[in-house]
Every structure is written in structure tokens, then in C-alpha cells.
């Protein structure tokens, strides 16, 4: 059986006081099915091949 891959448009390390205390990384996937408003990566909506698949 073959392992189940994520579509990641990129990940950010280092985030500094950006979400709360102390470092933390953003990890962006691609295909989110929630549309939000105001969404913080609209990247992640297209079908535009900027991602690469991982396994875990």
C-alpha cells in the first residue's frame, strides 16, 4: 500500500512573533475547501503546480 502525500506549497521556519510567543513554522498546503473570506493564502486555492507532494 502506498503512503498517503500532502500537497505543500511551502513551509516557513523562524516565524517570529508572528503567531503568539516564541517560534514558531507555517506549514502551507494546498487544496484548503474552506474559502475563507480572508484568507491568509489564497495560493492555496488554484491548481497551479507550485507544490510538492510529501509523505509523513
Given at each position: 500500500?502506498?503512503?498517503?502525500?500532502?500537497?505543500?506549497?511551502?513551509?516557513?521556519?523562524?516565524?517570529?512573533a508572528t503567531d503568539?510567543?516564541?517560534?514558531?513554522?507555517?506549514?502551507?498546503?494546498?487544496?484548503?475547501?474552506?474559502?475563507?473570506?480572508?484568507?491568509?493564502?489564497?495560493?492555496?486555492?488554484?491548481?497551479?503546480?507550485?507544490?510538492?507532494?510529501?509523505?509523513?
Amino acid at each position: 500500500m502506498e503512503p498517503p502525500r500532502a500537497k505543500v506549497i511551502g513551509v516557513a521556519r523562524h516565524r517570529l512573533a508572528t503567531d503568539g510567543d516564541g517560534v514558531t513554522t507555517l506549514v502551507a498546503f494546498h487544496g484548503c475547501p474552506l474559502h475563507c473570506r480572508y484568507c491568509l493564502n489564497p495560493q492555496s486555492l488554484g491548481d497551479g503546480g507550485r507544490f510538492k507532494e510529501y509523505t509523513p
